[in-house]
């Protein structure tokens, strides 16, 4: 075997929704290992969501599997036996540990900038969201559009807030005055509102929902867009739930993509809000104001 350290992934169970956190944070925990990070062909746990995500086909080829590579700088090989083959000393992590899992040495700008470089190249791959645009009758060229990951009430909103240091109230009950005025600030009020309506298994029909419905002014659509997720890091404008990690990646990548009209941690400004997130968006990637929501 190689001599020297990695870091593995290999099959486990799903933890969460986001299993490219999860990825992200076994990646900085190897930097700190200085060691690579090696993923088995068998990690369906985060492999299914990439292939969904970033490359229209859940048809995983070679081609697949070295563009992985290429993108987050690791070794895709069979198994764990092969992955012990090639090293002398083995760190497996399982999705709950890597998700769990922190660099002791990065801050948030060297995150960021870590982060940044992923994200650009993930979206750089060959999927598109014209389907799911054609999906709900609109011209992939001349749409204009907006998606909202609607929130749920949740014991982890008091949490994520407390961990941050501000509240979002506003933006957990997602009431209809909320929305508009934000869609009036950035001149979208006339198009349509994509709805990210089951994460987490979450009732589609709980009433942060309904309200948006209900209400003709705000011109919902039908498609529960709840797991597209280029659909929302493209939207013209992304209205997010705090406490979601879900949100957070997509306001991360919209960050790292130059996407404007990101309203995930808001504040109120004069009749509207704001996001109080910077261009800079290096809190967004701070492991001490994060805590358990870093990216």
Known sequence: ??????????????????????????????????????????????WDKLTTWFYGTKIRDDAFYKS?????NIRVVDSLEAATALKSNVHKLGSQGAFYARSESLDAIRIRKR??????????????????????????????????????QSVWNEKFDTTIGNGHTHAYEMKPEYVK???????????????????????????????????ASILTQDKDVADDLFMAVLADCFIGYPASHYSLMVARMRYALGMENTFVLTKKAGDSWVSYVNDDHSVLHDPKKMGLWLG
């Not at 992985?68 to 987050?72: A, H, L, Q």
């Not at 005025?181 to 298994?201: C, M, P, R, W, Y």
């Open 68 to 72: 992985m590579e290429e993108v987050f």
């Open 115 to 152: 982060r940044d470089t992923i994200y650009r190249k993930l979206f750089a791959l060959p999927n598109s969201p014209c389907g799911s645009i054609s999906a709900v009758g609109m011209n992939f060229a001349e749409a204009k559009y907006t998606v909202i990951d609607v929130p749920a």
């Open 181 to 215: 005025a934000i869609l009036k600030s950035v001149n979208l009020s006339d198009k349509q509102v994509l709805l990210g309506k089951a994460h987490d298994n979450s009732d589609p029909n709980r009433d942060e929902v309904k309200r948006l419905v209900n209400d």
């Open 1 to 46: 075997p190689e001599s020297g350290d990695a870091v593995v992934l290999s099959s486990d169970k799903p933890f969460g929704n986001t299993p490219i956190i999860a990825l992200s944070h076994a990646i900085d925990l190897a930097y700190d290992k200085k060691c690579e990070v090696i993923m088995t062909k068998d990690a369906n746990w985060i």
